[in-house]
C-alpha cells in the first residue's frame, strides 16, 4: 500500500515513478526504466509507418531521413541529461539495429554473405548512429550550461553533489569522457 503525503489540507498517494513532460522520473534517479519506454513508444513509431518502410516505391534515403526525423526523436527525447551506461548503450544500439534491418533492404544481402551487419550498417547510416547522436546532444547541452550565468537555477543545480549513498556516474563527468 501507497503511503500518503499531506501537503496543507491535501493528500497525495505517493508513487514509486510518474510521468513528467513526457519523462519518466523516479525514486532511484535511474534511467532504464525511461529508455525502455522511450524504445516501446520508438517501435509504436515505427509500426505506425511500417507500410512507407517496406515500400519499394520509397527510396532508401528517403526512408533513412524518415528514421531520423520521425522514429529516433521519439526515442532520444530527453536524452541531452541521460548518463550513458553500457547497459543502455546496448539497448539503445540493438534497438537501432532492429528498426534500421527492417528498413534496409540491402542488409538481408549482407546477412547472408556472413560479413559484419553492424559494420555496414554502419557505413550505411555514415556513422550517424543513436549512440553518437546522444553524445553530440549532452556535449551540446554541456556547453548550453557553460555560458550560463553563474546566477542561473539551471547551473546552480548542475553543480549540486550528491549528499547520501554510493556516488553514482554524474553527468558531467560523463560527457567529459565522451
Known amino acids: 500500500m501507497a503511503s500518503k503525503i499531506t501537503v496543507g489540507s491535501i493528500q497525495i498517494d505517493q508513487v514509486r515513478s510518474f510521468s513528467y513532460l ?3 522520473v523516479n525514486g532511484n534517479n535511474t534511467l532504464e526504466e525511461e529508455i525502455r519506454e522511450r524504445i516501446v513508444k520508438g517501435n509504436k513509431a515505427f509500426y505506425a509507418n511500417r507500410a512507407l518502410f ?3 516505391l520509397v527510396s ?3 526512408k533513412l531521413k524518415l528514421y ?3 522514429i529516433r526523436p521519439v526515442v ?3 536524452c541531452k541529461t541521460w548518463v550513458l551506461k553500457e547497459s543502455i548503450i546496448q539497448r539503445l544500439s540493438v534497438f537501432e539495429t532492429k528498426i534500421l534491418t527492417k528498413i534496409l533492404d540491402q542488409l538481408k544481402k549482407i546477412m547472408v554473405t556472413g560479413e559484419s551487419k553492424q559494420t555496414e550498417l554502419d557505413e550505411l547510416i555514415k556513422h550517424r548512429n543513436i549512440i553518437n547522436y546522444v553524445k553530440a546532444q549532452r556535449l551540446s547541452w554541456f556547453g548550453h550550461i557553460n555560458r550560463m550565468p553563474k546566477t542561473s537555477i539551471v547551473k546552480k543545480i548542475h553543480k549540486l553533489k550528491p549528499l547520501t549513498g554510493r556516488p ?3 553527468w558531467e563527468d560523463d560527457v567529459r569522457t565522451t
Do not use: M
Open 22 to 24: 513526457g519523462t519518466i
Open 54 to 56: 517496406k515500400s519499394k
Open 60 to 62: 532508401r534515403k528517403s
Open 68 to 70: 531520423w526525423t520521425v
Open 76 to 78: 532520444v527525447y530527453g
Open 168 to 170: 553514482k556516474s554524474l
